[in-house]
């Protein structure tokens, strides 16, 4: 129950496009949603945060969507670039009861030129 | 300085060995952390330090033993460690908890048991 899924592990996409990347938990608990964005060699960093009561944010060129009753939420980012190359962690916290910061699988992309 | 530096960059180590890992953040945050990773996996939390007292270690084995002499600074201490301890290991911090606050990590530490 503590677990986030994450797809697709990995994906291609030609420069100009749209990545998406999936993210879905089942604990009901969690209510923090950020994405972190890993280059090779460097520590996460993180790129955009959604909570619950709001079902899309969007921030430059990435935009999260938030599902709430499917319990899934997505990572848009538009107009790909080769420089957005990188693994993609989303990730689920709980900020009350017992502490928990759990990541998913990741999702390694690469944007070709 | 929105910078969380980690030292070493690199270590290599072997099982009777002791050792250990530093962290510092000078952003003024009060809450720091140690993750461990492994390739191609997600990090995975060990500590939380908040205000300079450990608040959740995650069933860390006692070989991993971490410390924080004050709030800039993040120790992880190494003893007998297993080659399956081989991972990168990260350090981050945030202004403090509850963690709606985002994540600084550091680059790591690349960590190979022989």
């Known amino acids: 129950q503590q677990q986030v899924k994450q797809s697709p592990q990995s994906l291609i996409v030609q420069k100009g496009g749209i990545s998406i990347i999936n993210c879905a938990y089942e604990?009901?608990?969690?209510?923090?949603f950020p994405w972190y964005q890993q280059f090779p060699g460097k520590g996460p960093a993180l790129l955009i945060a959604?909570?619950?009561?709001?079902s899309e944010k969007k921030e430059g060129r990435f935009t999260i969507s938030f599902n709430k009753s499917a319990k899934q939420f997505s990572l848009h980012i538009m107009d790909s670039q080769p420089g957005d190359s990188a693994t993609y962690f989303c990730?689920?916290?709980?900020?009350?009861?017992?502490?928990?910061?759990?990541f998913g699988t990741g999702t390694r992309l690469k944007v070709l030129a | 300085d929105t910078e969380v530096t980690q030292t070493p960059k690199h270590l290599v180590m072997g099982m009777t060995n002791k050792k250990s890992l530093k962290c510092e953040q000078h952003?003024?945050?009060?809450?720091m952390y140690w993750y461990k990773q492994k390739a191609k996996k997600p990090p995975e939390l060990m500590f939380v330090?908040?205000?300079?007292?450990?608040?959740i270690n995650e069933s860390v084995p006692s070989r991993f033993s971490p410390e924080c002499p004050n709030s800039s600074l993040l120790n992880l201490h190494l003893h007998a460690l297993q080659p399956e301890d081989s991972a990168l290991y990260l350090c981050?911090?945030?202004?403090?908890?509850?963690?709606?606050?985002?994540?600084?990590f550091g680059p790591g530490t690349r960590l190979t048991v022989t």
């Open positions: 981050a911090s945030s202004p403090g908890i509850p963690p709606m606050y985002e994540q600084y």
């Open positions: 604990n009901t608990a969690f209510d923090y």
């Open positions: 959604i909570r619950p009561d709001v």
């Open positions: 990730a689920a916290v709980t900020t009350s009861g017992t502490y928990k910061y759990i």
């Open positions: 952003m003024g945050h009060r809450a």
């Open positions: 330090y908040s205000y300079e007292k450990l608040s």
